[in-house]
């Protein structure tokens, strides 16, 4: 407990369009890899926890999908997983992009949170780039959201890490009081086979984004853990996994395997060397590709991969 003071615990949604930063600043909030990040519009596909402990209390951020506007099945599923962070946060992180104006886009993300005004902060990022508006962003929250005053918008650059403490101190001023939700050695919550998932995905989509932005999975198929034996010559635990990278169509596995195999080695090497960085073990990554036809459009599939 600080001294006169209770401890401070908080969820944190944050929320806001695709490609505004929402990741990068996630990831460096929390010092960790928590999110994976790319150039591609919506990469993130999943509520992503990454936690903070500080002398405060602890927060700990919801990194959701950009929201965009769209009747496709796999974009509502997006939709349902930010929407259903925003209702359960205690916090909302509404993050928008200097570099671009508002429009109608922005102005649905708006309207999705003036209910939870009252536990909102804003922070615009990308003050970095050239042409950033704050005075033009601040002037549409100020119209569409009246509720959020001066001492609640934040001018911030994720990229450059600038502005993040004084953001992270009125997260903290607005969380109310309560004990830690996760122990202070956690950064994430994230299950190591999802994690795996999602850096190989990352390093596929940074390949693949001109041909399969959306339109590949990774699924781990099988894993086997070996712990340290008591006589062994070996100091790490190793871990052994073979994964699918799961395309729609027949004539997409070639793009993903590429000449000779060169794409598909280029993945699993960038993959490991990322594992290797988190993860504390020898890890050996056995990394295939299959289809599963107009997987987006399945609801059994999409009700395991996007939660």
């Known amino acids: 407990m600080i001294e006169g003071r209770h401890k401070k615990a908080a969820f944190v949604a944050v929320v806001g369009r695709p490609s505004v930063g929402k990741s990068t600043l996630v ?3 929390c010092g960790e890899k928590v999110a994976i990040v790319s150039a591609v519009p919506q990469t993130t596909r999943n509520a992503i926890r990454g936690i903070v402990n500080r002398e405060q ?7 959701t999908p950009g929201r965009h506007h769209s009747e496709k099945k796999f974009n509502k599923k997006l939709m349902e997983v930010s929407g259903r962070a925003v209702d359960e946060s205690d916090i909302i992180l509404y993050v928008l992009d200097a570099s671009r104006a508002p429009g109608p886009e922005e102005a649905e993300v708006a309207a999705l949170l003036v209910p939870h005004a009252e536990k909102t902060i804003a922070a615009v990022n990308k003050m970095d ?3 950033a508006d704050y005075a033009g962003l601040r002037e549409f929250i100020g119209q569409q959201l009246p509720g959020i005053g001066d001492d609640r918008c934040f001018q911030i650059s994720a990229k450059n890490n600038e502005g993040i403490e004084a953001l992270l101190a009125a997260l903290y001023a607005l969380a109310p009081e309560g004990d830690p939700f996760y122990g202070e050695e956690y950064y994430t919550d994230q299950e190591v ?8 995905r990352e390093q596929a989509i940074k390949r ?8 590949l999975y990774v699924e781990v ?3 086997e853990f070996t712990a340290v034996e008591e006589h062994s010559s070996s100091r790490q635990p190793k871990l052994w996994v073979r994964a699918f ?3 729609e169509r027949e004539s997409q596995k070639g793009m993903v395997v590429g000449k000779g195999g060169e794409m598909i080695k280029a993945i699993r090497l960038a993959a490991l060397k990322d594992l290797r960085e988190i993860f504390d073990w020898k890890i050996e990554l056995d990394l295939r590709v299959k289809t599963g036809k107009d997987w987006r459009h ?3 599939t999409l009700r395991r991969i996007i939660k």
């Open 27 to 29: 990831n460096h909030i």
């Open 245 to 247: 990278i799961v395309v």
């Open 221 to 223: 198929a099988d894993s």
């Open 298 to 300: 399945n609801d059994n």
């Open 57 to 63: 209390g602890q927060l700990v951020f919801v990194d």
């Open 208 to 215: 693949l984004r001109q041909e399969l932005p959306h339109a």
């Open 129 to 131: 780039m050239k042409g």
């Open 193 to 200: 086979e999802f994690r795996i998932t999602e850096i190989i």
